[in-house]
């Protein structure tokens, strides 16, 4: 079992910039792959960015692209999400979710977008973009 809690968020003005953090325990951090989600008030979550387990390729939700970058670092058993630009859509609970890799052989593959995907969840780390 992976442990995962989120921090870092805030209330942040139109244009901001703010890196929430992941940090995992637990089960070996660097077998999975990890995404970001987010929940607006009355809204679905909804796929942010996620990256394989080797951080060897990352995907984007087309509202972030440009002004999002995930990253991982394996040895400290974190993951981040870089926001620049921030927009006032961009308001939202953000989660943290570990899923189990496609194939421990490369970590080039598309990680995945579906959160049914994802077995572990994190608590979330509010963000708020205000105008």
């Known amino acids: 079992q992976v442990q995962l809690v989120e921090s870092g968020g805030g209330l942040v003005q139109a244009g901001d910039s703010l890196k929430v953090s992941c940090a995992a325990s637990?089960?070996?951090?660097?077998?999975?792959?990890m995404g970001w989600f987010r929940q607006a008030p009355g809204k679905e979550r909804e796929f942010v960015s996620a990256?394989?387990?080797?951080?060897?390729?990352?995907q984007y939700a087309d509202s972030v692209k440009g002004r999002f970058t995930i990253s991982r670092d394996n040895a400290a058993n974190m993951m981040y999400l870089q926001m620049n630009d921030l927009k006032p859509e961009d308001t939202a609970v953000y989660f943290c979710?570990?899923?189990?890799?496609?194939?421990?052989?490369?970590?080039?593959?598309?990680?995945?977008?579906?959160?049914?995907?994802?077995?572990?969840w994190g608590q979330g780390t509010q963000v708020t973009v205000s105008s």
């Open positions: 979710a570990a899923a189990p890799p496609r194939s421990r052989l490369s970590g080039l593959y598309a990680p995945q977008r579906n959160a049914r995907e994802y077995d572990y």
């Open positions: 637990g089960r070996t951090f660097s077998y999975y792959d």
């Open positions: 990256i394989t387990w080797s951080g060897g390729r990352a």
